[in-house]
């Protein structure tokens, strides 16, 4: 309610100045005399003769202390007044303190009669008064002796409204100049304030800020305006841009305070309903903008007047009722705007003379609408602030947000690459580093080495998983730092913290790569590295044996790509070298499971199921008197496409098991050969069998061959079992005690390829074999290598020393048979007789031999 009083009052509808009518001026050297006042309605003819008017009989005089004020009407009023003539006062001023009245004119009267004029007024150009000012000022000089009186005549279509004072001259400049300061001091927070905003506007695009400056440019527009300050500044010769800017300051002052309250209390969001109403309020203010443009200025003002009551009331309410329905923004809304409407109605209230004149009460208005200005500008900047906070929280969060999912990101890469349990880098970081390596250095031989170890099974089963997982974790940090010492190793991963040498490919296969050819440089190096990796690993005081293998395979001579050369990898991994040694290289013949490989295990198979294979045999010939003393039988696919030598049919049936069938139809095909043997004449021809390393492992071996003896009684002690060197060093005590079983059985055995291997002087003679047959390879240069010579007679001696009878094996040609003939050896098998056949060509190429003989004989 207080702000339409204020309303009203900044708009002279209500009565703000209520002068004190005194004789005489008072102590501040001004007076408000006491006033006549006659009114004409406007469509009368005007009198315009002041002493015509001032003989009028209906004068009225106005009562003690009341300002004329007659609100709208259209009448022309005539005011009389007396001028206070006392004392040293010769210079005075006539103010009329209303500045939107049309016409005024004024005239002094000296003894009744008319001395001086002054025709003014705001519908008149600035230069129209006599001193520019926005209140109607007239500079008059009185002589003593004298009675003066003033005459004013006033019409206008505002309101009809005229406070007058009479002034000394020299207190009205102290009094202007007091009251244009504190004017300038206020225009000048409110232009600060407006300019402050529009700067934060431009630099924010935040359209609360410019909203403000508006509503706050509405204020200082509105209220310079009604002081009369716009006039003389900004349009003094054009009385109806003055006229129209009146107009529209009342709702552009509304407009731009309800769009700022709007905005400011982001009613939109917060409270639609309230939203919609001030919305409406906005556009009704507008349409008073453009019908200033249309109607008179009477009608336009009371309108603007009547339509901002209710903005004003809307404006007041909105402040509180947001605050109670905890707006934050709210707070100081309210108090901004009680701030202005206190100082308003402090104004009033002095003006009503209920309150002292002050300073304080008589700026009241300007001093509520500065502080609000400054209050808000702060809000402003709280805000700001707040906005700032919450930009920089809202960053602050994103970016723990992005540093957190960075971090999830590399710990899920980490787990990506690395095998949980070791943390050791896993197969797939293994393979990029094994695919990059192959790329950069495709010149280089590169070694991949896997190591698996075949005990950690019977670790689990024995101390549990979780002790086994310790065991496997303590042997990644051994074999880590080992392949460290590799010479020629690749990192498999490095950056600043660490360093990894070893990957954990499966549970228990852990995988390196080395420069092939570094590697072969430094031997020793090597074999140490594989003594540390078969080392036990000392856990809880035990010493647990870890069984580890190793394979390599070497790019480029194995395979081109990653995926090959692991396969290979494990493939060496697997071998019997491998289990013997700890070490093996990739070679295909063990490698059972290349794809022809697979194919070539199950067509043996089946060729072993339908009888498809067969024996040939080859002569062996007693170098004493040239006789044939016995066959080897040895084995052929001859149905087969391609053809398949039989020590790649062996190692197939090694690698698939199915040696154990083989041997067995080998030994019960020799049987059957020997029969025949004995059919065609030849009963004193021994049938010699090769078996495989893997047959002497198996428990029941001897008895199955006990077995087939006693079903072939005839054949006792002539059929003879060869097996390689090489073989029984695999397992020695194994081997061992086979072929002890099998000499007690009766059958003679056969230590084949011997001198290929290096097996120990003590071992050979410990063995129960009646033969030793030299390896090819010592024999096949026999003639031309004096060296083979050498460990070939030394090896026929020393056998001869321990009562072996020593076989030649790849015997060519006459000379070497001559050759060792001169050595002592006792038997000769190789091309030279001929090479292994059928056995009906067997028996023609028998027939034929003794023939021979007989010839010789
Ligand atoms: P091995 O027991 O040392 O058999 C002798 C090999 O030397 C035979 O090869 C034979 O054809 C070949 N040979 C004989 N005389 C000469 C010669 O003057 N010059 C050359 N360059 N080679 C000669 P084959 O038949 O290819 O057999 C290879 C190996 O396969 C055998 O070596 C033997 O270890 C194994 N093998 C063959 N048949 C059987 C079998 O039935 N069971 C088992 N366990 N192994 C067999
Ligand atoms: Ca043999
Ligand atoms: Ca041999």
Redesign the pocket.
Known sequence: MLRTVLLYALLGVAIIVVPDARADFAHDGHVEPAIDYLLFADDQPSIRDPVQINALAPWQSLPAGETPNFGYIQDIAWFRFPVPTTGDTRHQILEIGYPQLDSVHIYLMRDGKPVGELETGDWLPMASRQLQHPHFLYHYTVEPGHDYQFLVRVQTSGALQVPISIWKRDAFFNYISEVDQAHAIYYGILITVIFFNLFVFLAMREATYLYYALSTFGYLFLLSSLRGATYPVLWPDNPWLQNQSMMMSVPIAVLFSLLFARSFLELHSRSPKLDRVVRAGIIINLLAILGSFLLTYNTSMRLSVALAIPSCLLLTFIGPWEWFRGNRQAKLYTIAWGMLTLGSAMTAANKYGWVPTNFITEFGMEIGSALEALLLTIALAARLYQEREDKVDARESQLRALAARRKAELRMMEQALHNPLTGLPNRSSFELQLQDLLTRESGQRHAVGIVQLNNLDTITRTLGHQNADRVLELAARRFNGIFRDLPGVHPIERDENRCFHAASLESTAFGFIVDADEARRQPRRIIECLEAIRAPIDYLGMQLPLEPRTGVAVYPEHGTDTNTLIRKAYVAQESDDARDRGLAYYHPNQDSYSADRLTLASSLRDALRKDELA??F?PKQSLTDQSIVGV?????WPGRKIPT???Q??AVAEQTGL?KP??RW?LEKAMVARDELVAAGHPHLSVS????PN?LREQEFPLFVQRLMTSYPQHAGKIIL?V?ETSMMLDPANSLRALRSLDYTGIPLSI??FGSGYSSLSYIKRLPASEI?I??SLI?DLTFQAEDRVIVQTTINMCHDLGYKVVA????DLETAELLAGMDCDMI????LT??QPMEEILLWLAGQNGREQRRA
């Open positions: 024996l040939f080859q080897e039988a040895l084995i052929r030598p039989a020590d049919i062996i040696i083989l041997t080998v069998v090769n078996i495989s047959n060869e390689t084949d390829d047959k390896d090819r096949t094996e790849g015997v060519e098998q190789g091309f030279h090479p292994p």
